[in-house]
């Protein structure tokens, strides 16, 4: 695997979580534990998108769940595991942004093509999730940020004091790697909410583009 892939990843999922927070009514598609929030502060406002919000989690997890579940199954038919996930997170992309486009702006999160959009997303992101844990171990994570910027601060901390020669090492070893994810992360959403501006749901065009970049890379074949 390629160090330029997990940056990939991070920068789509960061596009995909802001463009889906303003798209949506404020659904987080990457994030989805976020969705607590969010749903907490549509029952006191009366906003909308409450189902689309109940809903993220429970889809998340099938998901992933069925992610996993199909591994044996696909290395059973001398299937390329990985490749195949990067396959069906890219056509989940591209019917979330088909249906995106199709619905177009400002309509309400409670409606059943919106909440289909938004599901078909969190299913997305749901894949890369399960990727980044089962075939990226040893890379940090491509959506969830909070643990990788902990673990930053926690290095910059260690070099900044005496510590011995190969801790030192490893910690900026560490921050090499996760400053590229959550560098690619925050240019994602930065990308993500300026291309919402300006073209609202034409801007989920990008994810199934980005999607592409890492088969192409050619850097996902297994033996």
């Given at each position: 695997?390629?160090?330029?892939?997990?940056?990939?990843?991070?920068?789509?999922?960061?596009?995909?979580?802001?463009?889906?927070?303003?798209?949506?009514?404020?659904?987080?598609?990457?994030?989805?534990?976020?969705?607590?929030?969010?749903?907490?502060?549509?029952?006191?406002?009366?906003?909308?998108?409450?189902?689309?919000?109940?809903?993220?989690?429970?889809?998340?997890?099938?998901?992933?769940?069925v992610t996993r579940l199909l591994t044996p199954a696909l290395q059973g038919r001398g299937l390329p595991v990985l490749r195949t996930?990067?396959?069906?997170?890219?056509?989940?992309?591209?019917?979330?942004?088909?249906?995106?486009?199709?619905?177009?702006?400002?309509?309400?999160?409670?409606?059943?093509?919106?909440?289909?959009?938004?599901?078909?997303?969190?299913?997305?992101?749901?894949?890369?999730?399960?990727?980044?844990?089962?075939?990226?171990?040893?890379?940090?994570?491509?959506?969830?940020?909070?643990?990788?910027?902990?673990?930053?601060?926690i290095d910059v901390a260690d070099l900044l004091r005496d510590v011995p020669p190969e801790q030192r090492d490893a910690a900026r070893?560490?921050?090499?790697?996760?400053?590229?994810?959550?560098?690619?992360?925050?240019?994602?959403?930065?990308?993500?909410?300026?291309?919402?501006?300006?073209?609202?749901?034409?801007?989920?065009?990008?994810?199934?583009?980005?999607?592409?970049?890492?088969?192409?890379?050619?850097?996902?074949?297994?033996?």
């Amino acid at each position: 695997m390629k160090p330029g892939v997990p940056v990939v990843l991070s920068l789509n999922a960061g596009y995909v979580d802001t463009a889906g927070f303003l798209a949506l009514q404020g659904l987080f598609t990457a994030h989805v534990t976020g969705n607590f929030v969010t749903l907490g502060a549509a029952l006191v406002t009366g906003s909308s998108g409450i189902l689309a919000k109940l809903l993220a989690l429970p889809v998340f997890c099938v998901v992933v769940l069925v992610t996993r579940l199909l591994t044996p199954a696909l290395q059973g038919r001398g299937l390329p595991v990985l490749r195949t996930m990067l396959w069906l997170k890219l056509v989940l992309l591209a019917a979330g942004a088909a249906m995106a486009i199709a619905i177009g702006p400002g309509r309400q999160g409670s409606e059943p093509v919106v909440v289909l959009t938004g599901m078909l997303l969190v299913a997305a992101m749901a894949i890369q999730n399960a990727i980044s844990r089962v075939h990226l171990g040893t890379a940090p994570p491509t959506t969830l940020m909070t643990g990788t910027t902990t673990q930053m601060m926690i290095d910059v901390a260690d070099l900044l004091r005496d510590v011995p020669p190969e801790q030192r090492d490893a910690a900026r070893a560490r921050l090499s790697r996760m400053g590229a994810n959550v560098g690619a992360f925050a240019l994602g959403c930065a990308a993500g909410a300026l291309l919402y501006s300006r073209f609202r749901m034409g801007c989920f065009v990008v994810p199934p583009l980005l999607a592409i970049v890492p088969l192409l890379m050619d850097a996902t074949r297994e033996p």
